[in-house]
């Protein structure tokens, strides 16, 4: 699932070496914080956050049969 965020977020921004997606998991749940660079960030987040909306539709849909539910989160 990193490679799925990494490869979204790399195809939006202007610095895709900074591209960064660290996993982090729990007892109950996944997460994924991805960070980007300063200047990045607006588009990755998109207009009222609706990109940021769709990665996280699209990381739900993919990992809806998986035991525990994976989260992201733009830092």
């Known amino acids: 699932m990193e490679e799925l965020v990494s490869y979204i ?39 009222q956050g609706r990109i940021a909306k769709s990665i996280r539709t699209l990381v739900k849909a993919a990992t809806i049969k998986d035991e525990k539910p994976t989260f992201v989160e733009i830092v």
């Open 9 to 47: 977020a790399k195809t939006l921004v202007t610095m895709p070496d900074q591209v960064e997606v660290k996993r982090t998991e729990t007892e109950q749940a996944i997460t994924l914080e991805l960070h980007v660079a300063p200047d990045d960030m607006g588009k990755v987040i998109g207009k």
